[in-house]
């Protein structure tokens, strides 16, 4: 029973397996339908039903058992020697390296260390930021092999934490945003470029800034089932968290050559991936979009994943890591390389195809993507590329309809925070004191 609702879940996607789904119908309203349907219980479930099981799993705080064909009574899931259980591991004070209110380090064995989302759909937002940056410092300091990042949560992340964003436009800390924007990116960046390896396990929603933290990792571990995207344009935003400069450099990556002709297709292909907030459905598609390295280790039952996961660090340590080189010559294509982006979104936003104010977006990412104000065709460093970024995000922060988005997303689960964000509109325009750089769009 239990290998059945493992295979289902495991080898096609379930949420609940069929047994496990009877249950949360209710076993008692599902049994007395099936009878007064005329339809005969399996001759086992009537014993289970006589026995006074109410049933097929019983499950307390310590475990959870299954009811046992062979044995007629319930009996204790045994856990699989590759699985590791992080819901006990994280209520063991022992275990617990050191914690905020929204994340923990936690010791998972093996020389290995674990840093654990806490927050509201483990959003990213200070708190986590700042924790994780510290927990790649500790392990770098300390006796261990590497890092994992990870949760038992259904989904990774579903990105930045969109209130401190709003509430940082809508009190004018433009300054603090900014310096929030490049924190972020530092983190992201010492994922990929810290001491010893650090890995990115991820799961379910893997959005935003999340996608982008598996963008930069190296050696990722991803359970088949992760839905990965750059969705930012959404709501009226960037990648800034190195998202939009790491596409563009798969562009180049993946050309023939460094010839502008070689690289536009690729380019091509890369900006209407994140103009489209193109979510892939599985991580192999993830992979094939560039949101995951070739390397990427992809676990089937996601119940193995950050055992998986820890394995991944030790052997990187056995083997003697080295981070990955900076990437210090992105070539980029200029504004001849951007001209048939902006003669596209024109043409979509004046035939009534795309919003216009999404094509005046996606032509920001365009304006990224081919290197800002440069002449010609060029390379640029990636710290340049994220000064870009970090430019646009907050310009496109700065303007009314991307103040509106946000609003609408969060009205759905806090309305308090839009009426504050409705009736800062107007404020928050007339603070926003950034000016867009010379021939950019306005």
Same mark, same amino acid.
């Given at each position: 029973?239990?290998?059945?609702?493992?295979?289902?879940?495991?080898?096609?996607?379930?949420?609940?397996?069929?047994?496990?789904?009877?249950?949360?119908?209710?076993?008692?309203?599902?049994?007395?339908?099936?009878?007064?349907?005329?339809?005969?219980?399996?001759?086992?479930?009537?014993?289970?039903?006589?026995?006074?099981?109410?049933?097929?799993?019983?499950?307390?705080?310590?475990?959870?058992?299954?009811?046992?064909?062979?044995?007629?009574?319930?009996?204790?899931?045994?856990?699989?020697?590759?699985?590791?259980?992080?819901?006990?591991?994280?209520?063991?004070?022992?275990?617990?390296?050191?914690?905020?209110?929204?994340?923990?380090?936690?010791?998972?064995?093996?020389?290995?260390?674990?840093?654990?989302?806490?927050?509201?759909?483990?959003?990213?937002?200070?708190?986590?930021?700042?924790?994780?940056?510290?927990?790649?410092?500790?392990?770098?300091?300390?006796?261990?092999?590497?890092?994992?990042?990870?949760?038992?949560?259904?989904?990774?992340?579903?990105?930045?934490?969109?209130?401190?964003?709003?509430?940082?436009?809508?009190?004018?800390?433009?300054?603090?945003?900014?310096?929030?924007?490049?924190?972020?990116?530092?983190?992201?960046?010492?994922?990929?470029?810290?001491?010893?390896?650090?890995?990115?396990?991820?799961?379910?929603?893997?959005?935003?800034?999340?996608?982008?933290?598996?963008?930069?990792?190296?050696?990722?571990?991803?359970?088949?089932?992760?839905?990965?995207?750059?969705?930012?344009?959404?709501?009226?935003?960037?990648?800034?968290?190195?998202?939009?400069?790491?596409?563009?450099?798969?562009?180049?990556?993946?050309?023939?050559?460094?010839?502008?002709?070689?690289?536009?297709?690729?380019?091509?292909?890369?900006?209407?991936? &994140? #103009?489209?907030?193109? *979510?892939?459905?599985? +991580?192999? %598609?993830?992979?094939?979009?560039?949101? $995951?390295? /070739?390397?990427?280790?992809?676990?089937?039952?996601?119940?193995?994943?950050?055992? &998986? #996961?820890?394995?991944? *660090?030790?052997?990187? +340590?056995? %083997?003697?890591?080295?981070?990955?080189? $900076?990437? /210090?010559?992105?070539?980029?294509?200029?504004?001849?390389?951007?001209?048939?982006?902006?003669?596209?979104?024109?043409?979509?936003?004046?035939?009534?195809?795309?919003?216009?104010?999404?094509?005046?977006? /996606?032509?920001?990412?365009?304006?990224?993507?081919?290197?800002?104000?440069?002449?010609?065709?060029?390379?640029?460093?990636?710290?340049?590329?994220?000064?870009?970024?970090?430019?646009?995000?907050?310009?496109?922060?700065?303007?009314?309809?991307?103040?509106?988005?946000?609003?609408?997303?969060?009205?759905?689960?806090?309305?308090?925070?839009?009426?504050?964000?409705?009736?800062?509109?107007?404020?928050?325009?007339?603070?926003?004191?950034?000016?867009?750089?010379?021939?950019?769009?306005?």
């Amino acid at each position: 029973m239990v290998d059945v609702d493992r295979a289902m879940q495991w080898g096609f996607g379930w949420e609940l397996g069929p047994f496990a789904t009877w249950d949360a119908l209710g076993f008692a309203r599902v049994r007395d339908d099936m009878r007064a349907a005329g339809l005969k219980l399996p001759e086992w479930i009537e014993q289970m039903d006589a026995s006074g099981a109410c049933g097929f799993y019983l499950a307390d705080e310590a475990s959870v058992s299954s009811w046992s064909m062979p044995q007629s009574k319930f009996v204790a899931r045994p856990r699989q020697p590759d699985e590791l259980d992080l819901p006990a591991i994280g209520k063991d004070p022992a275990r617990v390296v050191w914690s905020n209110d929204e994340c923990a380090v936690l010791d998972i064995g093996e020389g290995v260390a674990l840093f654990e989302f806490r927050s509201k759909m483990n959003t990213l937002g200070r708190a986590v930021v700042e924790g994780l940056l510290h927990a790649i410092e500790l392990v770098e300091q300390g006796p261990w092999h590497g890092l994992v990042v990870g949760n038992a949560s259904e989904h990774f992340t579903v990105g930045a934490n969109l209130f401190e964003v709003a509430t940082g436009a809508v009190q004018g800390h433009w300054t603090e945003l900014e310096q929030g924007v490049a924190r972020f990116q530092h983190m992201c960046r010492r994922v990929r470029y810290a001491a010893k390896p650090v890995v990115v396990a991820t799961q379910g929603r893997v959005l935003g800034g999340g996608c982008e933290l598996t963008m930069w990792c190296p050696h990722p571990v991803c359970s088949v089932e992760s839905y990965i995207g750059l969705v930012e344009i959404g709501v009226g935003l960037i990648p800034a968290g190195g998202g939009t400069t790491l596409m563009t450099a798969l562009a180049a990556e993946r050309a023939v050559s460094d010839a502008p002709v070689h690289i536009a297709p690729h380019l091509r292909a890369a900006f209407e991936i &994140v #103009a489209k907030a193109d *979510v892939a459905t599985s +991580a192999q %598609q993830a992979m094939q979009k560039g949101f $995951v390295c /070739a390397g990427a280790t992809l676990v089937m039952n996601p119940d193995r994943r950050l055992w &998986v #996961a820890r394995q991944q *660090v030790v052997r990187l +340590a056995e %083997q003697g890591y080295r981070a990955p080189g $900076v990437r /210090a010559a992105i070539p980029v294509l200029g504004p001849t390389g951007r001209g048939p982006f902006e003669v596209g979104l024109a043409h979509l936003a004046e035939g009534g195809h795309v919003d216009p104010w999404l094509a005046h977006v /996606a032509g920001r990412i365009a304006w990224v993507m081919t290197g800002g104000d440069i002449i010609a065709p060029t390379t640029l460093h990636e710290n340049h590329m994220l000064d870009l970024e970090r430019e646009v995000f907050l310009q496109l922060l700065g303007e009314k309809k991307t103040q509106q988005k946000i609003a609408e997303i969060l009205t759905a689960n806090q309305p308090k925070v839009a009426k504050l964000l409705a009736k800062g509109l107007v404020n928050i325009s007339s603070v926003f004191r950034r000016k867009p750089k010379p021939g950019a769009a306005s």
